[in-house]
Protein backbone atom coordinates (compact mmCIF):
# COMPACT_ATOMS: atom_id res chain seq x y z
CA UNK A 1 0.00 0.00 0.00
CA UNK A 2 1.79 3.75 -0.97
CA UNK A 3 1.79 5.99 1.70
CA UNK A 4 2.93 9.44 1.99
CA UNK A 5 2.19 11.16 4.49
CA UNK A 6 4.54 13.70 6.84
CA UNK A 7 6.93 11.49 7.20
CA UNK A 8 7.50 10.53 4.05
CA UNK A 9 6.98 14.12 2.90
CA UNK A 10 9.80 15.06 5.07
CA UNK A 11 11.97 12.61 4.05
CA UNK A 12 11.43 13.48 0.45
CA UNK A 13 12.56 17.19 1.51
CA UNK A 14 15.11 16.36 3.18
CA UNK A 15 16.44 14.44 -0.21
CA UNK A 16 15.75 17.11 -2.25
CA UNK A 17 17.98 19.96 0.33
CA UNK A 18 20.88 17.52 0.21
CA UNK A 19 20.86 16.80 -3.52
CA UNK A 20 20.76 21.09 -4.21
CA UNK A 21 23.57 21.68 -1.29
CA UNK A 22 27.29 20.28 -1.53
CA UNK A 23 28.22 18.03 -3.38
CA UNK A 24 25.83 20.12 -6.17
CA UNK A 25 26.02 18.86 -9.59
CA UNK A 26 29.24 19.46 -11.95
CA UNK A 27 29.42 19.87 -15.45
CA UNK A 28 30.12 17.32 -17.49
CA UNK A 29 33.79 17.74 -18.75
CA UNK A 30 35.01 15.84 -21.99
CA UNK A 31 38.36 13.78 -20.87
CA UNK A 32 38.29 13.64 -16.64
CA UNK A 33 37.80 10.70 -14.58
CA UNK A 34 34.32 9.32 -15.05
CA UNK A 35 32.10 6.14 -12.78
CA UNK A 36 28.79 5.08 -13.62
CA UNK A 37 27.15 3.82 -10.58
CA UNK A 38 24.45 1.57 -11.14
CA UNK A 39 21.75 -0.39 -8.84
CA UNK A 40 18.45 -2.37 -9.51
CA UNK A 41 15.83 -3.61 -7.70
CA UNK A 42 11.94 -5.91 -8.84
CA UNK A 43 11.07 -1.74 -8.29
CA UNK A 44 12.84 -0.20 -10.53
CA UNK A 45 16.65 1.30 -11.66
CA UNK A 46 18.83 4.06 -10.46
CA UNK A 47 22.31 5.40 -11.65
CA UNK A 48 24.86 8.38 -10.89
CA UNK A 49 27.44 9.49 -13.66
CA UNK A 50 30.36 11.17 -11.59
CA UNK A 51 33.80 12.93 -12.54
CA UNK A 52 36.43 13.53 -10.73
CA UNK A 53 37.00 17.05 -9.61
CA UNK A 54 40.57 18.57 -10.69
CA UNK A 55 40.45 20.58 -7.22
CA UNK A 56 39.70 18.08 -4.58
CA UNK A 57 39.94 15.17 -6.68
CA UNK A 58 36.83 14.08 -5.17
CA UNK A 59 34.14 12.02 -7.81
CA UNK A 60 31.27 14.36 -7.69
CA UNK A 61 27.70 13.61 -9.37
CA UNK A 62 27.06 14.82 -12.75
CA UNK A 63 23.41 13.25 -13.87
CA UNK A 64 21.21 11.06 -11.55
CA UNK A 65 18.98 8.54 -13.84
CA UNK A 66 15.64 6.53 -12.66
CA UNK A 67 12.92 4.69 -13.85
CA UNK A 68 10.67 1.78 -13.00
CA UNK A 69 10.94 -1.70 -14.03
CA UNK A 70 8.31 -2.57 -16.42
CA UNK A 71 6.07 -5.83 -15.74
CA UNK A 72 8.21 -8.55 -16.63
CA UNK A 73 11.24 -6.90 -15.61
CA UNK A 74 10.06 -6.56 -11.78
CA UNK A 75 9.65 -10.56 -12.60
CA UNK A 76 13.63 -10.82 -12.99
CA UNK A 77 16.17 -12.26 -10.49
CA UNK A 78 18.45 -9.83 -9.20
CA UNK A 79 20.76 -11.32 -11.36
CA UNK A 80 19.07 -10.78 -14.48
CA UNK A 81 18.45 -7.28 -12.76
CA UNK A 82 21.99 -6.35 -12.42
CA UNK A 83 22.25 -6.94 -16.57
CA UNK A 84 19.49 -4.90 -17.15
CA UNK A 85 20.86 -2.01 -15.12
CA UNK A 86 24.48 -2.80 -16.84
CA UNK A 87 22.81 -1.80 -19.66
CA UNK A 88 21.87 1.96 -19.14
CA UNK A 89 22.35 4.79 -21.68
CA UNK A 90 24.27 8.04 -20.79
CA UNK A 91 21.57 10.70 -21.79
CA UNK A 92 23.06 13.85 -23.78
CA UNK A 93 22.07 16.88 -23.19
CA UNK A 94 21.35 18.82 -25.82
CA UNK A 95 24.45 21.61 -25.56
CA UNK A 96 26.74 18.30 -25.60
CA UNK A 97 24.66 16.31 -28.56
CA UNK A 98 26.50 17.72 -31.50
CA UNK A 99 30.27 17.34 -30.17
CA UNK A 100 29.52 13.82 -28.86
CA UNK A 101 28.41 12.81 -32.89
CA UNK A 102 30.96 14.81 -33.83
CA UNK A 103 33.34 12.57 -31.56
CA UNK A 104 31.99 9.36 -32.47
CA UNK A 105 31.56 10.33 -36.79
CA UNK A 106 35.35 10.90 -36.74
CA UNK A 107 36.87 7.96 -35.80
CA UNK A 108 36.16 6.76 -39.23
CA UNK A 109 34.22 9.18 -40.79
CA UNK A 110 30.96 6.45 -40.53
CA UNK A 111 27.83 6.71 -42.28
CA UNK A 112 24.63 7.72 -40.62
CA UNK A 113 23.74 4.05 -39.81
CA UNK A 114 27.41 2.79 -38.53
CA UNK A 115 27.50 6.39 -36.41
CA UNK A 116 24.22 5.97 -35.03
CA UNK A 117 25.03 2.35 -34.00
CA UNK A 118 28.31 3.35 -32.11
CA UNK A 119 26.48 5.84 -30.43
CA UNK A 120 23.11 3.64 -28.86
CA UNK A 121 26.23 1.70 -27.14
CA UNK A 122 26.67 4.43 -24.50
CA UNK A 123 24.49 7.43 -25.08
CA UNK A 124 20.93 8.36 -25.48
CA UNK A 125 19.05 11.28 -26.78
CA UNK A 126 15.86 12.06 -28.97
CA UNK A 127 15.96 12.88 -32.64
CA UNK A 128 19.22 10.94 -32.05
CA UNK A 129 19.22 9.72 -36.17
CA UNK A 130 18.02 13.29 -37.52
CA UNK A 131 20.78 14.97 -35.66
CA UNK A 132 23.53 12.45 -36.95
CA UNK A 133 22.27 12.78 -40.77
CA UNK A 134 22.45 16.61 -39.96
CA UNK A 135 26.13 16.50 -38.63
CA UNK A 136 27.04 14.01 -41.05
CA UNK A 137 25.82 16.32 -44.16
CA UNK A 138 27.93 19.11 -43.19
CA UNK A 139 31.26 17.33 -42.44
CA UNK A 140 33.98 18.72 -44.30
CA UNK A 141 36.27 15.94 -44.76
CA UNK A 142 33.31 13.58 -45.76
CA UNK A 143 32.51 16.38 -48.67
CA UNK A 144 35.26 17.09 -49.82
CA UNK A 145 35.97 12.67 -49.92
CA UNK A 146 32.86 12.06 -51.40
CA UNK A 147 32.37 10.36 -55.08
CA UNK A 148 29.56 11.82 -56.72
CA UNK A 149 27.24 9.32 -58.60
CA UNK A 150 25.30 9.24 -61.30
CA UNK A 151 25.01 11.55 -64.23
CA UNK A 152 28.39 13.85 -63.26
CA UNK A 153 28.44 17.80 -63.88
CA UNK A 154 30.26 18.85 -66.72
CA UNK A 155 33.07 21.39 -67.14
CA UNK A 156 33.51 24.55 -69.39
CA UNK A 157 35.10 24.45 -71.97
CA UNK A 158 38.13 26.43 -71.57
CA UNK A 159 39.55 27.91 -74.43
CA UNK A 160 43.44 28.35 -73.83
CA UNK A 161 44.61 32.15 -73.57
CA UNK A 162 47.97 33.99 -72.80
CA UNK A 163 48.19 35.96 -69.45
CA UNK A 164 48.24 39.20 -71.18
CA UNK A 165 45.80 41.64 -72.52
CA UNK A 166 44.40 42.06 -75.98
CA UNK A 167 45.73 38.36 -77.07
CA UNK A 168 42.23 37.17 -76.87
CA UNK A 169 38.40 38.53 -77.93
CA UNK A 170 35.38 37.67 -77.29
CA UNK A 171 32.71 39.03 -80.14
CA UNK A 172 29.10 38.83 -79.94
CA UNK A 173 26.07 41.37 -81.33
CA UNK A 174 23.87 42.55 -77.77
CA UNK A 175 20.78 40.67 -78.80
CA UNK A 176 19.51 39.43 -82.02
CA UNK A 177 16.43 41.60 -81.81
CA UNK A 178 17.16 45.69 -82.84
CA UNK A 179 17.23 47.59 -80.44
CA UNK A 180 15.16 50.83 -80.84
CA UNK A 181 16.94 52.98 -83.63
CA UNK A 182 18.83 55.86 -83.25
CA UNK A 183 19.00 59.16 -85.57
CA UNK A 184 21.75 58.28 -87.15
CA UNK A 185 19.71 54.85 -88.06
CA UNK A 186 22.31 52.33 -85.22
CA UNK A 187 19.91 49.21 -84.21
CA UNK A 188 22.13 47.29 -82.97
CA UNK A 189 25.64 47.26 -80.55
CA UNK A 190 29.08 44.86 -81.54
CA UNK A 191 30.15 43.79 -77.97
CA UNK A 192 33.86 43.01 -77.75
CA UNK A 193 35.79 42.04 -74.49
CA UNK A 194 39.02 41.62 -74.00
CA UNK A 195 39.59 37.62 -72.23
CA UNK A 196 42.12 38.87 -70.05
CA UNK A 197 41.53 41.98 -68.55
CA UNK A 198 37.79 41.86 -69.36
CA UNK A 199 37.68 45.34 -70.51
CA UNK A 200 34.99 46.17 -73.21
CA UNK A 201 33.94 48.19 -75.88
CA UNK A 202 30.52 48.68 -77.28
CA UNK A 203 30.25 49.89 -81.19
CA UNK A 204 26.85 51.06 -82.39
CA UNK A 205 26.05 49.12 -85.71
CA UNK A 206 23.35 49.52 -88.61
CA UNK A 207 23.20 46.10 -88.78
CA UNK A 208 24.45 42.78 -87.79
CA UNK A 209 26.48 42.00 -91.58
CA UNK A 210 30.28 40.90 -91.37
CA UNK A 211 31.04 44.18 -93.14
CA UNK A 212 29.69 46.00 -90.33
CA UNK A 213 31.87 43.74 -87.39
CA UNK A 214 35.22 44.27 -89.74
CA UNK A 215 34.91 47.56 -90.15
CA UNK A 216 34.78 48.18 -86.05
CA UNK A 217 37.83 45.45 -85.80
CA UNK A 218 39.52 47.28 -88.25
CA UNK A 219 39.64 50.50 -86.22
CA UNK A 220 40.52 48.76 -83.03
CA UNK A 221 43.15 47.33 -84.57
CA UNK A 222 44.37 50.56 -85.58
CA UNK A 223 44.77 51.44 -82.31
CA UNK A 224 45.49 48.21 -80.18
CA UNK A 225 46.86 45.92 -83.03
CA UNK A 226 45.22 42.22 -83.62
CA UNK A 227 44.18 40.08 -80.98
CA UNK A 228 45.69 36.32 -81.53
CA UNK A 229 42.61 34.73 -81.33
CA UNK A 230 38.73 35.77 -81.36
CA UNK A 231 36.12 33.60 -80.08
CA UNK A 232 32.24 34.32 -81.36
CA UNK A 233 29.37 32.04 -81.45
CA UNK A 234 28.06 30.58 -85.01
CA UNK A 235 25.95 33.67 -86.15
CA UNK A 236 25.72 34.67 -89.73
CA UNK A 237 28.06 37.57 -89.42
CA UNK A 238 31.26 35.22 -87.90
CA UNK A 239 30.51 32.76 -90.03
CA UNK A 240 30.42 34.25 -93.56
CA UNK A 241 33.03 33.85 -96.24
CA UNK A 242 34.29 37.43 -95.41
CA UNK A 243 34.68 36.88 -91.66
CA UNK A 244 36.72 34.43 -92.51
CA UNK A 245 39.30 36.13 -95.10
CA UNK A 246 39.42 38.91 -92.66
CA UNK A 247 40.81 36.81 -90.02
CA UNK A 248 43.13 35.01 -92.12
CA UNK A 249 44.71 37.94 -94.09
CA UNK A 250 45.25 39.78 -90.39
CA UNK A 251 46.57 36.07 -89.19
CA UNK A 252 44.09 35.55 -86.31
CA UNK A 253 42.90 32.26 -84.91
CA UNK A 254 39.13 31.97 -85.27
CA UNK A 255 37.08 29.86 -82.07
CA UNK A 256 33.78 29.23 -83.03
CA UNK A 257 32.02 27.46 -80.00
CA UNK A 258 29.57 24.66 -80.52
CA UNK A 259 26.16 24.99 -81.79
CA UNK A 260 23.02 23.26 -83.07
CA UNK A 261 24.59 20.98 -86.40
CA UNK A 262 28.11 21.14 -85.37
CA UNK A 263 29.75 17.19 -86.19
CA UNK A 264 31.65 16.00 -82.91
CA UNK A 265 33.48 12.86 -81.47
CA UNK A 266 31.81 11.88 -77.72
CA UNK A 267 34.27 10.69 -74.93
CA UNK A 268 33.89 7.07 -74.02
CA UNK A 269 32.93 6.89 -70.26
CA UNK A 270 32.05 3.25 -69.71
CA UNK A 271 35.43 1.28 -68.70
CA UNK A 272 34.74 -2.30 -69.20
CA UNK A 273 37.67 -5.26 -69.33
CA UNK A 274 40.08 -4.39 -72.13
CA UNK A 275 38.47 -1.07 -72.96
CA UNK A 276 41.55 0.42 -73.01
CA UNK A 277 42.64 -0.72 -76.33
CA UNK A 278 39.19 0.56 -77.86
CA UNK A 279 39.26 4.24 -79.48
CA UNK A 280 39.40 6.82 -76.63
CA UNK A 281 36.02 8.84 -78.79
CA UNK A 282 33.00 7.68 -80.49
CA UNK A 283 31.40 9.46 -83.37
CA UNK A 284 30.27 10.89 -85.67
CA UNK A 285 27.58 12.70 -83.51
CA UNK A 286 25.56 15.59 -84.55
CA UNK A 287 24.51 18.17 -81.97
CA UNK A 288 20.55 18.77 -82.26
CA UNK A 289 20.15 20.71 -79.25
CA UNK A 290 22.13 22.74 -76.81
CA UNK A 291 21.14 22.93 -73.29
CA UNK A 292 21.91 24.63 -69.92
CA UNK A 293 25.63 24.71 -68.15
CA UNK A 294 27.17 24.06 -71.42
CA UNK A 295 25.45 20.27 -72.34
CA UNK A 296 24.62 19.28 -75.74
CA UNK A 297 21.87 16.76 -76.92
CA UNK A 298 23.82 14.15 -79.44
CA UNK A 299 22.52 12.01 -82.31
CA UNK A 300 24.43 9.33 -84.04
CA UNK A 301 25.10 9.72 -87.35
CA UNK A 302 25.97 6.48 -89.27
CA UNK A 303 26.62 3.36 -87.65
CA UNK A 304 29.41 3.21 -85.73
CA UNK A 305 29.60 2.17 -81.98
CA UNK A 306 27.79 4.19 -79.25
CA UNK A 307 24.44 5.30 -78.31
CA UNK A 308 21.40 6.48 -80.68
CA UNK A 309 21.35 9.25 -78.76
CA UNK A 310 23.17 11.09 -75.80
CA UNK A 311 23.57 13.79 -73.49
CA UNK A 312 26.75 15.20 -72.24
CA UNK A 313 29.07 18.38 -71.59
CA UNK A 314 31.94 20.16 -73.70
CA UNK A 315 34.34 18.42 -72.36
CA UNK A 316 33.72 14.94 -73.12
CA UNK A 317 33.05 16.65 -76.91
CA UNK A 318 35.52 17.14 -79.41
CA UNK A 319 35.78 18.21 -82.90
CA UNK A 320 35.21 15.53 -85.64
CA UNK A 321 37.85 15.29 -88.12
CA UNK A 322 36.83 13.67 -91.63
CA UNK A 323 39.69 11.36 -92.93
CA UNK A 324 39.87 10.38 -96.59
CA UNK A 325 38.90 6.39 -95.07
CA UNK A 326 35.64 7.37 -94.32
CA UNK A 327 32.89 6.81 -95.94
CA UNK A 328 30.37 8.15 -93.64
CA UNK A 329 31.34 11.58 -94.25
CA UNK A 330 32.17 13.75 -97.59
CA UNK A 331 35.61 14.79 -98.31
CA UNK A 332 34.99 15.89 -101.77
CA UNK A 333 34.22 19.91 -101.01
CA UNK A 334 36.53 22.34 -99.64
CA UNK A 335 34.19 24.92 -98.81
CA UNK A 336 30.88 24.19 -97.00
CA UNK A 337 29.63 27.62 -96.37
CA UNK A 338 26.26 27.96 -97.01
CA UNK A 339 24.59 30.88 -98.88
CA UNK A 340 23.67 32.64 -95.86
CA UNK A 341 26.92 32.42 -94.78
CA UNK A 342 26.63 29.59 -91.86
CA UNK A 343 29.01 27.35 -91.90
CA UNK A 344 27.50 23.96 -90.72
CA UNK A 345 26.45 20.86 -91.89
CA UNK A 346 25.80 19.93 -95.65
CA UNK A 347 23.53 16.90 -96.60
CA UNK A 348 24.30 13.84 -98.46
CA UNK A 349 23.06 12.51 -101.19
CA UNK A 350 22.45 9.23 -98.99
CA UNK A 351 20.41 11.61 -96.35
CA UNK A 352 23.49 11.82 -93.74
CA UNK A 353 24.75 15.21 -92.50
CA UNK A 354 28.90 15.84 -92.56
CA UNK A 355 30.58 18.46 -90.80
CA UNK A 356 31.85 21.80 -91.35
CA UNK A 357 35.00 22.37 -93.94
CA UNK A 358 36.76 23.56 -90.81
CA UNK A 359 37.12 20.00 -89.55
CA UNK A 360 39.06 18.54 -92.64
Not at 56 to 84: G, N
Request: aromatic share 8%; net charge neutral.
Amino acid sequence: MFRFDDEQKNAFQKLKTILSQEPLLKLYRVGADTELHTDASSYGFGAILCQRDDQDRLFHPVCYASWKTSEAESRYSSYELERCDGDLLLVIPKSMQVDIIKQTHERGHFGVRKTEQLLKREFWFSEMRKKIDKVIKNCITCILAERKHGKQEGFLRNIPKNAIPLETYHIDHLGRVPIPSTQKSYAHILVVVDAFTKFTWLYPTKSTSAEEVINRLSKQAVIFGNPCQIVSDRSTAFTSKSFKKYCADEKIEHILTYSIGDLVAIKRTQITPGSKLYPKYLGPYQIIHVLRGDRYVLSKVGEHEGPRSTTTSSDNIKRWLVNECDSNVDTSGEDTDNEDGHQGPMPLQNGRDVGPAENV
